[in-house]
Every structure is written in structure tokens, then in C-alpha cells.
């Protein structure tokens, strides 16, 4: 193989090897160095959240992702409502959290520098009970409609 041809190896492991000749026909090898490559994003696999809707101020993610290509997962990051990424592990949980809609967001970084596609989960929070007013008609007088 030619360093012309490292250019079109496939995503794997590698190990190469230089040789050097002379004119008098002296040859001689360098060591041996193994390197991957790696073209792939990783991918996430799996995204668990809260249920939705849900009256609880709290919410756990549970997650799992895939570096096909081999080079392995250097970053794992997670993001809430766009107030940007931060590193995290398989689980992630956030509290105390308020009414409304939220949107968690998980994007993946190889040790290549790819990064996965960011997966997200949208759950809407709604804690407070709904009411309801009963009133009695005036003079026990009833009405049909």
C-alpha cells in the first residue's frame, strides 16, 4: 500500500509499517504503529424521559449510544431547554423543575472529533390540579338546557 492509498482505507484498525531500502540493498523497518480510522458519527441508541404530561418537578433521562466505528466516546453532553451543553454520564436528572414545556437534548462526540445527530425529548410539567366550582342555584330552583 501507498500513502496515496491510506486516503480510501475503510473506518477500522490499522497497524503500518515503513520500509526503507538503499541503493546497496539495505533494508530497514521502522516499529509498527496501529491508528483507526474513523469516519462514522456515533449514534444514540436509546433516549428514556419522563412520562408526558407529567405533575412532577423532577425528570430523569436514561440513555445509551453506539461509536460503530470503533474509535470509542470521548463526550457525552446534555442540554436543557437551550441553556447550552454539559458534560454528562448514562443518566442525567434535573430538579426542581417548573410547569411547562421542556425539551432535554443529548449529542455524542467520538475520539475522531464526529459528532452524533443531537437526539431530544419534549414533556410538558403541569403540577397544579385542575378546579372546579359548584354553584347552587338560587331559591332551589333548577334549570334544564
Not at 449510544?65 to 436528572?93: E, I, P, R, W
Not at 414545556?101 to 455524542?108: A, G, I, P
Not at 475522531?112 to 390540579?129: F, K, L, P
Request: proline share 6%.
Amino acid at each position: 500500500m501507498t500513502v496515496a492509498d491510506a486516503a480510501k482505507l475503510a473506518n477500522g484498525t490499522y497497524t503500518a509499517q515503513a520500509e526503507q531500502s538503499t541503493v546497496s540493498g539495505n533494508t530497514g523497518y521502522s516499529p509498527t504503529a496501529t491508528f483507526v480510522v474513523d469516519t462514522a458519527k456515533p449514534t444514540i441508541t436509546s433516549l428514556t424521559g419522563p412520562t408526558d404530561p407529567s405533575t412532577s418537578p423532577s425528570a430523569t433521562f436514561t440513555f445509551a449510544y453506539s461509536d460503530g466505528a470503533g474509535s470509542g466516546v470521548t463526550a457525552v453532553m446534555c442540554d436543557l431547554d437551550g441553556y447550552g451543553f454539559d458534560s454528562c454520564s448514562s443518566t442525567k436528572t434535573y430538579y426542581p423543575l417548573t410547569d411547562g414545556t421542556h425539551t432535554f437534548s443529548l449529542k455524542v462526540q467520538d475520539k475522531a472529533g464526529n459528532w452524533s445527530d443531537v437526539s431530544t425529548y419534549t414533556w410538558t410539567i403541569d403540577s397544579v390540579a385542575p378546579s372546579l366550582t359548584l354553584t347552587t342555584p338560587t331559591n332551589n330552583s333548577a334549570t334544564r338546557s
